[in-house]
């Protein structure tokens, strides 16, 4: 079970939409942790920097779907987190990355949780139902 990473769906994108913009992906490459590109239309370093930080989206028309098994983060936002005792954790928030896995960001009974996304805490993602199945208590 895996998350589609966060650079997996630009990869795969021939065009990237910042602030509204669309723009033509000519060149793209990892480097140290991030996704480097080349857009048509950013022809100098100054236009490049103007961009940094910013937002990139891509339609979800777009995207390959995910293999059997893995899930683009987006699809996991707003699903119910259960534990085995079936109680419930949280409802998904979001998820990152913090260099050794993935982590979702819960909330729910007035708390904000943080679960790791790794296969001994995940057990079952029902899209479906908009569930969450994981190993993991309520007092953590």
């Known amino acids: 079970m895996a998350v589609?990473?966060?650079?997996?769906p630009l990869s795969a994108s021939r065009s990237w939409w910042i602030d509204g913009k669309a723009y033509a992906v000519e060149a793209h490459r990892a480097h140290s942790g991030k996704l480097l590109?080349?857009?048509?239309?950013?022809?100098?370093p100054e236009a490049a920097r103007a961009l940094k930080g910013r937002e990139v989206a891509v339609p979800r028309a777009m995207l390959p779907e995910p293999e059997a098994g893995r899930y683009y983060w987006a699809d996991l936002v707003g699903l119910v987190v259960?534990?085995?005792e079936c109680a419930e954790l949280g409802v998904v928030q979001g998820l990152f990355s913090n260099g050794a896995h993935d982590v979702?960001?819960?909330?729910?009974?007035?708390?904000t949780r943080l679960l790791p996304y790794v296969a001994a805490v995940v057990k079952r993602v029902d899209l479906d139902a908009r569930r969450i199945e994981v190993d993991w208590g309520t007092d953590w």
């Open 82 to 84: 259960v534990n085995a």
């Open 37 to 44: 590109a080349k857009l048509d239309g950013i022809e100098s």
């Open 104 to 111: 979702m960001e819960l909330r729910g009974d007035g708390r």
């Open 4 to 8: 589609a990473g966060e650079h997996e």
